[in-house]
């Protein structure tokens, strides 16, 4: 075979080189199918709150789109063959929110812009810079702002007020009564002359949130549908649990699931209360006081006196001193009244269900089962129940690429590697067929060889022969033939070898 003559013809420093080539070769293709293997990845979404990443990776592993979290947690990256399926996903959740342009617009002004063009403007950018500040607020995804803005008008009869039209994405519904009346109040406070009242939020369903009747001065919205403040409650008990999870356990080793009961019936509590001891309110003292003096007479009219045996007969000459004395004391009774406004939201009933994967230990499962417990107020009294379970949790299997164009794009990987594979093969057959055919000179001695002889008659013929001329000392010629002899033996046989095949 070609090959093994060639790696039998040459010398061990170019095996040693060929080796090394062939290794540097082999490792090259590799980190190239790795980097052509690997996919690609495109950034969707920016500035993202890290309190709905978790809610934003839960949408995407449903439907086994690949991504990366990148920025600590406020960007997110997918794969390019997938950018349209993770944007149908995050929009299915109300999780697709992008930013709207705000006064930026006006450095893209055009030069003779009338001054309607210029007012237009004004509008669009001023809705825009308050969608983005609605964004911020926590529970809200994404937010449509129209504005309607007054003419002005010579008689102030004739000016209509501004108004204002909002709304929600994402969980709206869920949000704070406080929260909603800060939007009202925030967008208000972003127009000149529009009044809180003039506002109108809406969430996603279609549902009025803002503006609502109000109730003993108090807005009705600030009492909560009971469905609206359990779902937020819930949220927010199961975001705080999930962070605690990921932070002991690691992301994607347990979930939890909470479900609550809530009281939102506002009531108002009257307590009556006495106490032990009455208080004097009012005390009333009379005294009855009777003084005199006796008569000359004695005896009482009767048959007492009439009766010699009857020793009887009354005093004569006796003074009397007559005293009564009567007191009355009205007491009042001490008593409390407290009136007591209870808030909504007292918990009824809750149920947490935890599930970790079984890559835990169980030992640590029971350390999570008291440490969940702790952080979400379990009461048993209350009817409280908290359930754990092992489980293995599915992997989502990596989606292939999808779509033509990722096809094309695939075989093309795959073209441009074999193309530089064999540019490198051809390369270095050229290199080492170029090596193969250089001539190191003709000695000067071959030339005295007239006719093909054996090895036996060359060394009689030069024992028995007289010694040749040596060439001068001074020839460079020689010189240089005899530095290639000592320095590299092997290349000069081979290129003898080479001679007597060509011979």
Do not use: C
């Not at 009887?312 to 009564?324: K, T, V």
């Amino acid at each position: 075979m070609p090959i093994k003559s060639l790696l039998a013809d040459t010398s061990p420093r170019s095996r040693l080189i060929l080796g090394a080539v062939a290794l540097g070769l082999v490792g090259f293709l590799l980190l190239v199918f790795k980097l052509a293997s690997q996919p690609s990845f495109a950034t969707v979404l920016t500035g993202l709150d890290p309190a709905q990443t978790g809610k934003i990776t839960a949408a995407l592993d449903e439907r086994g789109v690949g991504y990366e979290i990148r920025s600590n947690g406020t960007a997110l990256a997918v794969e390019k063959a997938q950018v349209a399926q993770a944007r149908i996903a995050l929009a299915e959740q109300g999780l697709a929110g992008a930013g709207k342009p705000g006064f930026e617009l006006f450095d893209k002004q055009k030069l003779g812009s009338s001054d309607f063009q210029q007012q237009v403007t004004y509008q669009r950018a001023l809705e825009g810079e308050i969608a983005n500040t609605i964004r911020q607020v926590q529970g809200v995804t994404d937010a449509q702002v129209q504005l309607v803005m007054p003419k002005d008008q010579l008689f102030a009869d004739g000016e209509t007020p501004a108004t204002a039209a909002v709304l929600l994405s994402g969980a709206a519904a869920t949000l704070d009564p406080g929260a909603v009346r800060g939007i009202a109040s925030l967008v208000a406070s972003s127009v000149q002359g529009l009044k809180p009242q003039n506002v109108s939020i809406t969430d996603a369903s279609g549902q009025l949130v803002w503006p609502t009747g109000e109730v003993d001065g108090t807005a009705a919205a600030g009492v909560p549908a009971k469905q609206a403040a359990q779902s937020r409650y819930d949220a927010q008990l199961a975001g705080g649990l999930t962070a605690l999870l990921a932070q002991t356990v690691g992301p994607d080793k347990a979930r939890v699931q909470v479900t609550s009961d809530l009281n939102v019936d506002q009531a108002t509590e009257e307590k009556l209360s006495y106490a032990k001891k009455g208080v004097p309110l009012r005390q009333q003292k009379d005294v009855e006081r009777l003084k005199g003096a006796g008569g000359g007479a004695s005896g009482v009219a009767g048959s007492g006196s009439n009766i010699p045996s009857y020793a009887g007969g009354g005093a004569s000459g006796g003074s009397s001193d007559y005293r009564h004395e009567t007191s009355d004391t009205t007491y009042g009774v001490d008593k409390t009244v407290t009136r007591t406004k209870l808030a909504p939201g007292t918990i009824n009933r809750l149920s947490v269900a935890l599930v970790v994967d079984e890559a835990v230990p169980g030992a640590q499962v029971e350390q999570l089962r008291d440490a969940v417990t702790a952080a979400a107020g379990i009461v048993p009294s209350r009817g409280d129940t908290l359930t754990v379970s092992r489980v293995a949790f599915s992997k989502p299997e990596p989606s292939a690429l999808g779509g033509p164009v990722a096809t094309i794009l695939s075989g093309a990987k795959y073209a441009a590697l074999a193309l530089g594979l064999l540019a490198f093969l051809f390369l270095a057959t050229r290199h080492l067929r170029r090596r193969e055919g250089e001539s190191l000179g003709e000695p000067t001695w071959l030339r005295q060889i007239e006719a093909p002889a054996t090895l036996a008659q060359l060394e009689h013929e030069t024992t028995v022969a007289e010694a040749p001329l040596p060439l001068p000392v001074s020839d460079p010629a020689r010189r240089r033939v005899e530095d290639l002899a000592e320095r590299d033996p092997a290349r000069v046989a081979q290129q003898v070898r080479t001679w007597l095949q060509e011979d």
